[in-house]
DNA sequence: ATGGTTTTTACTGCGTC
DNA sequence: GACGCGGTAAAAACCAT
């Protein structure tokens, strides 16, 4: 299902390499990769591996040579560098630890405490500050994934306040807002019934499979979130109209899977291969054939598993029709 | 890490259109 | 001959320990 596409071929290695720094059309040294100039920062970076190979080509510091105040305030750009590692790009002004004044001199004791006062406050705003933009982004991305995912609002809104709960109790720092985000989409799905298979996820967030999962094991597990395994049923309407099969198809998938579960036939299997074998029985049962292959594709599960299942699931009911 | 279970992959044979 | 389906063996993924 998840097919990997390579995408390191050989083309990139044998073009475009060993070519002399002539001008400003150069190679990375290191990977030969094309190289980019990121204006902002006045660096030339390789697009491909990151390699900075020129910095600071821009010259930060004030334009001194000002002989009016109009000239002056046109040509003054004093102030530090900005930078990408913090959220405001360095901008805000910090209060001094030193309970110095400009000269040097120490403060009053009143001072002082103004001072501290003024220092509380001052980081206050500025995690808040964080925090929302923090807040700000992710929330959009998991709009976006939601919405390419077909999940309805009541579940993007869990989602938000899944991961406004993630960020209050500081679970954030060590993970990255997007992997948190689609856990919290994950998580979310799930408990309103209309679960997302991780696959389906991982297809739609910037995030590899393997850390969403981990990320969502630590989420739920912090927050003590209560998520019981996906009820197969839940997924049968979308395979059924992914199919486009009939109301009575689908009925029937949900009965075949109702004794199943009554028989205890469902425990360690997996809750999709289970309601995909269900979907494709109950074509075979209502005459509306789909193939198994049909099946497999739109459920992601191997058809083999679809034949397993859908066998057991068919002994199951005979066993209660007859009994 | 390990072992047990489930799923997937790959391949083969059979019947039908 | 291609297609749908069934089965099998071995590899891979998953999960609890």
Not at 7 to 20: L, N, S
Not at 152 to 178: C, F, K, Q
């Amino acid at each position: 299902m998840s097919e990997h596409v390579r995408t390191y071929t050989a083309e990139h290695v044998d073009d475009e390499q060993e070519e002399q720094p002539s001008s400003e059309e150069l190679s990375c040294p290191e990977c030969g990769g094309q190289l980019a100039t990121d204006t902002e920062h006045g660096e030339t970076v390789c697009a491909d591996c990151g390699l900075v190979v020129e910095e600071d080509e821009i010259d930060r510091g004030p334009e001194w040579r000002a002989f009016d105040s109009a000239e002056k305030d046109q040509k003054s750009r004093v102030g530090a560098p900005t930078t990408n590692m913090m959220h405001d790009k360095g901008l805000s002004t910090n209060i001094g630890w030193q309970n110095k004044d400009a000269y040097g001199r120490s403060l009053s004791s009143r001072q002082r405490e103004k001072m501290q006062r003024l220092r509380t406050w001052n980081e206050r705003f500025r995690t808040r500050d964080s925090k929302e933009r923090n807040l700000k982004q992710a929330l959009g991305e998991i709009d976006r994934m939601a919405s390419a995912l077909g999940l309805p609002d009541n579940v993007r809104e869990t989602a938000s306040v899944i991961y406004r709960r993630a960020l209050d109790e500081d679970l954030l720092p060590g993970r990255s807002i997007e992997g948190v985000a689609t856990s919290s989409l994950y998580a979310a799905a799930r408990q309103a019934g209309t679960p997302r298979s991780l696959d389906e996820i991982a297809t739609v967030s910037r995030v590899e499979k393997d850390e969403i999962a981990r990320t969502y094991r630590y989420v739920v597990r912090e927050l003590k979130l209560e998520i019981r395994p996906a009820d197969p049923e839940s997924y049968v309407p979308r395979f059924a109209s992914d199919l486009g099969l009939s109301d009575e198809a689908e009925r029937r998938a949900r009965s075949l899977l109702a004794t199943a579960k009554e028989q205890g036939l469902h425990s360690g299997k997996s809750p999709v291969g289970l309601a995909a074998a269900a979907v494709y029985a109950a074509s075979l049962l209502t005459n509306e054939k789909v193939t198994q292959s049909e099946v497999s594709d739109v459920a992601n599960i191997s058809e083999v598993t679809i034949r397993n299942r859908y066998h057991e699931l068919l002994e199951a009911d005979e066993g209660v029709a007859m009994g």
